[in-house]
């Protein structure tokens, strides 16, 4: 019973840890592979350090398509949201194929989340 008790508490104690973790877990698996959080670190996607309030296609040293240069978007909560559900109907001809979106909500806020703190 008392190892019972210590593992429900140490199960716990280490909730709060997971949460924070949520936004990193969630762009690590479905951003990550393309994008890092590293100022100037571009990939196969730009780097995603520094989003918020940055006109889209403007990353320097990245190669953007022109719909994404010429999109007009600064980026926010509520664009960067529906981008990550479905890029293509944000920004149509976007080059981020094979990415289709994430439905679902709550991992779109966690991504959202962990972009604006800057990762």
């Given at each position: 019973?008392?190892?019972?008790?210590?593992?429900?508490?140490?199960?716990?104690s280490?909730?709060?840890?997971?949460?924070?973790n949520?936004?990193q877990?969630?762009?690590?698996?479905?951003?990550?592979?393309?994008?890092?959080?590293?100022?100037g670190?571009?990939?196969?996607?730009?780097?995603?350090?520094?989003?918020?309030?940055?006109?889209?296609?403007?990353?320097?040293?990245?190669?953007?398509?022109?719909?994404?240069?010429?999109?007009?978007?600064?980026?926010?909560?509520?664009?960067?949201?529906?981008?990550?559900?479905?890029?293509?109907?944000?920004?149509?001809?976007?080059?981020?194929?094979?990415?289709?979106?994430?439905?679902?909500?709550?991992?779109?806020?966690?991504?959202?989340?962990?972009?604006?703190?800057?990762?």
């Amino acid at each position: 019973m008392r190892r019972f008790m210590l593992a429900l508490v140490l199960a716990a104690s280490a909730a709060p840890a997971f949460a924070q973790n949520d936004g990193q877990t969630a762009f690590n698996t479905s951003c990550r592979m393309c994008h890092t959080m590293k100022e100037g670190d571009n990939r196969q996607g730009p780097s995603l350090a520094g989003i918020f309030g940055r006109k889209a296609g403007s990353a320097p040293g990245f190669n953007y398509s022109p719909s994404m240069k010429q999109s007009g978007i600064t980026w926010d909560e509520a664009n960067l949201d529906e981008f990550i559900a479905n890029p293509e109907q944000v920004v149509n001809g976007n080059t981020m194929k094979p990415y289709g979106g994430i439905n679902d909500a709550a991992q779109r806020k966690a991504i959202v989340d962990f972009l604006k703190s800057g990762g």
